[in-house]
């Protein structure tokens, strides 16, 4: 049987996710993918309309099919969380079942278990503001949305995830060096994205023989990264600094997930890997 891959944080063709869902497909899974909910039916209009057929192209010719897309708010874990503002929101009023846990529980209905977890997606409301103009709202609206959205995924899918299965995540080199412009308390999320792959690791090990791994992205420009506002730049950076001088293509971070979710990468849990052309083991730039 094929393997089975849930990914969480799919909502055009640009980003990490969809170059993971692609590789994954390339590779034989099949691709369930979860879709922030304001999002979703522009989203599903376009891959409908064959507004993203040129880029659902795999190697062999064929086109990644994604079989089904799911409403996904990675903020809320139960109905009883989520407030009568966003319940009644024109925008959220037209789904159901969009909490973690309810997701869960619809592709354990839906097809039984899953064999791999993927979360692409990030968000921070301040995060074109310094960390130290930051208001406590949104440091942790910033770690809710980018590193508890992914304790509370693995938590609820871990149980429907077959042994020997894999989690990954994206993370950035924001977490451990000073990345000026990544505000908002978004580098204090990547710093507890990092922790919690380690201890996840452990206990997803231990418990349920499922691996849990990041990978330190380079810079993409993605819908997400554009709305950070300093995305050129960084490309830019990397293409004169890093020890690989091209511009880092999605592929290939979608080329590393599938490789860490795959057999080949049996013994490597608890682990962040870099898929930045290298650019985070320069000391300076030159
Ligand atoms: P993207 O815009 O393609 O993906 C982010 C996704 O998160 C979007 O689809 C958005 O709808 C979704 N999202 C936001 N809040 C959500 C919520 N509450 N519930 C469910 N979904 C929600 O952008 P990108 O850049 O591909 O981001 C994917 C991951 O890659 C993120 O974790 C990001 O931090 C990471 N990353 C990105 C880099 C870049 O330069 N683009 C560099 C290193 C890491």
């Not at 192209?57 to 799911?70: A, R």
């Not at 039984?112 to 074109?128: T, Y």
């Not at 103009?133 to 429907?160: C, D, M, N, Q, W």
């Not at 349920?208 to 990264?225: E, K």
Request: glycine share 10%; hydrophobic share 45%.
């Amino acid at each position: 049987r094929g393997k089975r891959a849930f990914i969480a944080g799919i909502a055009d063709d640009n980003g990490y996710g969809w170059a993971i869902a692609k590789s994954l497909a390339a590779a034989g899974a099949e691709i369930l993918v979860g879709t922030w909910v304001p999002a979703l039916n522009i989203f599903e209009t376009s891959l409908r309309r064959g507004k993203f057929d040129e880029s659902r192209v795999l190697p062999d010719g064929s086109l990644m099919e994604i079989t089904k897309v799911y409403p996904l708010d990675a903020v809320f874990d139960t109905p009883e969380d989520v407030p009568e503002d966003i319940k009644s929101n024109k925008r959220y009023a037209g789904s159901s079942k969009w909490t973690v846990k309810e997701v869960a529980e619809c592709v354990k209905e839906d097809f039984g278990s899953i064999d791999i977890l993927v979360h692409s997606l990030a968000n921070g409301p301040e995060v074109s503001k310094p960390l130290l103009e930051t208001s406590r709202y949104g440091y942790l609206a910033a770690v809710s949305a980018s590193s508890y959205s992914y304790v509370s995924l693995l938590k609820h899918f871990v149980p429907i995830m077959n042994p020997g299965g894999a989690s990954i995540s994206l993370t950035y080199i924001a977490a451990e060096r000073i990345i000026p412009g990544y505000g908002g308390g978004m580098s204090s999320a990547k710093a507890a994205l990092e922790s919690d792959t380690k201890v996840m690791a452990f206990e997803a090990g231990r418990k349920h023989r499922v691996r849990v791994n990041t990978i330190s992205a380079g810079p993409l420009r993605s819908r997400a990264a554009k709305a950070i506002g300093f995305i050129d730049m960084m490309i830019d950076y990397s293409s004169e600094n890093a020890p690989l001088q091209k511009e880092l293509a999605a592929e290939e971070v979608g080329n590393a997930a599938a490789f860490l979710a795959s057999p080949l990468a049996s013994a490597i849990t608890g682990t962040v890997l870099y898929v930045d052309n290298g650019l985070n083991a320069m000391g300076v730039g030159v």
